[in-house]
Each structure stands twice: as C-alpha cells, then as structure tokens.
C-alpha cells in the first residue's frame, strides 16, 4: 500500500528551538512536498522536491531517495511556525495522485 | 500574488442535494486538482484535470463527483446527490506543470461542505 509515515505526530517546541519532522515512505516517488496547514484550514506549498536540499528562509527540507525518507527543519522558531506540517508523494511513472501524510501538528510556544 | 480563488467558503446543504463548489485556478497553470479533507483525517486526491479533459482520478471520484472547466477561468466539482460522508473541506489546486514532476501545488483556501 502506497503510503507516507510522519514523526513525531505531535510536537510542542519553545520558541528558538530547532526542529525537525521526518517523513518516510515506501515506494518509488518522482516528486516528494512538503505543506503547511494553517489553524484556519488552508494549505500552502513549502517544498517540492526529488533529490538533494532546498532552504527557504528558516526552512530546509531534504531528501535521501535511496533510504526514502526526507526531513523539515525549522531554525529559530518562532510560534507563528505553529501549523500542521504535511509530507506528500508522487508515485513514480508520471501520476498525478499526490499521496498525504496525517501531518505533524507543531505548537511553538513563547 | 497570484492565487487559487474558490467559492463558497462554506455551503450547508440537505442530503440528497446537488453541489457545485467553484474554483478559479492561477491564470498560467495548466493542470487542475480537487482534493478534499474530512474533519480529523488526510488529505485525499479526488482528480486532476488537463487540456480539458480528467488525467487521473481516485476510487472516491465515482459517478457521483463530475468535474469541468466550462469558461476556460473557472474549474467546478460537482457533487450529485450529497451524502452524509460528503461532509468535508474540499480544496482545489492548480499547477504550472505535473505535481508529480516539478509541479509546486498551489491551493485555495477550500469549501468546507457540510450535509445534514
């Protein structure tokens, strides 16, 4: 069955703190995201990528296909970094489908 | 900024009814998606649509889900007959190219659709 772990599920985090959510899967994939979920529901893109690092100001995702598990930090965080954090893939071969993960609820308190 | 517009925010509706929620992609993206969420779980593919016609749909999209772009702007999911079980947040997504390739997904801020 095509699907994506996340850990920790729920993570509580004082403000400054470093964090990380890991994110593993089990098949081949062309393409793995990383998204945010706001409180309110909405959903924005914060990565989408197939090999390598990327940053994105306080943000680094990376990803190792070979061991297919990719991870979010977060430096200096802030509680405005409070979201749901959600892993997706693409399954190789062209599909569409974007597979999602239950997401990690981050909480950054002051 | 550019972004994905959808309508109704939220729409309360009798089991049993017809419901269209309506979207207006980013204007340079080519491929379109619906995805929706029930209270508590993840999110799920229900389709994505290109050059006009659905490229990929999931076991949820059966014949009660219908999807098209009747004015080039606007991308609808209709919904026929509304179950109980339809009750869910249902997003729409556009991208320049395949989400599965090198596509970044760009959401709207979802329908929240409840039936009674």
């Known amino acids: 069955k095509n699907e994506v772990e996340q850990s920790p599920q729920n993570l509580t985090a004082q403000e400054g703190e470093f964090i990380t959510i890991n994110c593993s899967y089990s098949?081949?994939?062309?393409?793995l995201h990383w998204l945010q979920q706001h409180p309110g529901g909405g959903i924005v893109s914060l990565f989408m990528l197939s090999s390598g690092k990327k940053k994105h100001g306080r943000l680094i995702a990376t990803i190792n296909i070979q061991e297919k598990h990719s991870s979010l930090h977060i430096t200096a965080s802030h509680p405005r970094d409070s979201a749901v954090y959600i892993c997706a893939f693409a399954l190789s071969g062209g599909y569409q489908k974007v597979t999602f993960g239950i997401g990690t609820k981050l909480q950054v308190i002051p | 900024e550019p972004e994905v517009t959808q309508t109704p925010s939220h729409q309360v509706t009798q089991m049993g009814q017809e419901v269209i929620l309506r979207c207006v992609p980013i204007?340079?993206?080519?491929?379109f998606y619906w995805y929706r969420q029930i209270l508590g779980q993840k999110v799920e593919f229900l389709v994505s649509?290109?050059?006009?016609?659905?490229?990929?749909k999931s076991e949820i999209f059966d014949d009660q889900f219908s999807v098209e772009r009747p004015d080039g702007s606007n991308f609808t999911l209709k919904i026929r007959s509304t179950k109980l079980e339809d009750s869910a947040m249902y997003f729409c997504?556009?991208?320049?190219?395949?989400?599965?390739?090198?596509?970044?997904?760009?959401f709207g801020e979802g329908s929240r659709l409840t039936v009674l």
């Open positions: 204007s340079n993206h080519l491929y």
């Open positions: 997504a556009s991208s320049v190219s395949l989400a599965g390739r090198t596509g970044e997904l760009f």
């Open positions: 649509f290109y050059n006009n016609e659905i490229s990929e």
């Open positions: 098949v081949g994939i062309s393409a």
